[in-house]
């Protein structure tokens, strides 16, 4: 099992609409995870990052959370067309150091006009 | 303040050549890394270092070599280029570790290197 999963898209959406990203994990004992977006030919920006379980909100951005099942989750309400870019999840993987993070491949999302 | 601040931002080697990509930040801070991209691929970790003089190995680093000399700087080698290493080379950097939040990594806008 890879040890960051991320559902493989591509993802396309409707403008208006609720984008639902997700992400898994293999190592239990994580305890920080990241969501960055890349638009095409750029570099990675973070927009959220998340350490506990539950629910974490920015403006139409919502991070979720759950330990338990090694889950995390990104939900971008009312999507945008300046939305659509790949969307990478990060994380800090407790059986290495609290420095380093392991990322996804990413899901491009299009957001539809 | 500059960030970080990669160059060049693009660069065609032939095989076998070498090069050295660079990397500084203004921002002081004590980690940092060089990722590679490849395309429709995640981040892998080529090299980091968590302070000036002090480096060690990511989960890519056959081909590479780095140095920490200065806080700012941190160099990513290219040693006899082959085409597998044509690829997005990204550096980022962070002032201290992940856990107990707050904590938010900077990358720089890239190196697109294309080995033919």
């Known amino acids: 099992q890879k040890e960051v999963e991320q559902n493989s898209g591509p993802l396309s959406v409707p403008e208006g609409a609720i984008a639902s990203l997700n992400c898994t994990y293999s190592?239990?004992?994580?305890?920080?995870f990241f969501w960055y977006r890349q638009y095409s030919g750029k570099s990675p920006e973070l927009i959220m990052s998340?350490?506990?379980?539950g629910d974490k909100e920015d403006g139409r951005f919502t991070a979720q959370l759950n330990k338990a099942s090694q889950y995390v989750s990104l939900l971008i309400r009312d999507s945008q067309p300046s939305d659509s870019a790949t969307y990478l999840c990060?994380?800090?993987?407790?059986?290495?150091?609290?420095?380093?993070?392991?990322f996804g491949k990413g899901t491009l999302l299009t957001v539809n006009p | 303040n500059a960030g970080v601040t990669q160059t060049p931002k693009f660069r065609i080697l032939k095989i076998g050549q070498s090069m050295t990509l660079q990397c500084t930040q203004d921002m002081n801070h004590n980690y940092m890394y060089w990722y590679r991209q490849d395309p429709g691929m995640g981040l892998k970790l080529i090299y980091y270092?968590?302070?000036?003089?002090?480096?060690d190995k990511g989960e890519v680093p056959n081909g590479y070599n780095v140095s920490r000399s200065t806080t700012e700087d941190f160099p990513l080698r290219l040693e006899l280029a082959a085409p597998s290493q044509t690829s997005v080379y990204f550096c980022?950097?962070?002032?201290?570790?992940?856990?107990?939040?707050?904590?938010?990594?900077?990358f720089g806008a890239g190196t697109r290197l294309s080995v033919l």
């Open positions: 998340i350490y506990s379980n």
């Open positions: 990060a994380v800090c993987l407790s059986g290495g150091s609290n420095y380093k993070l392991t």
């Open positions: 270092s968590v302070g000036a003089g002090i480096t």
């Open positions: 980022a950097s962070n002032l201290r570790g992940f856990s107990g939040g707050g904590n938010i990594q900077y």
């Open positions: 190592d239990r004992g994580s305890q920080s």
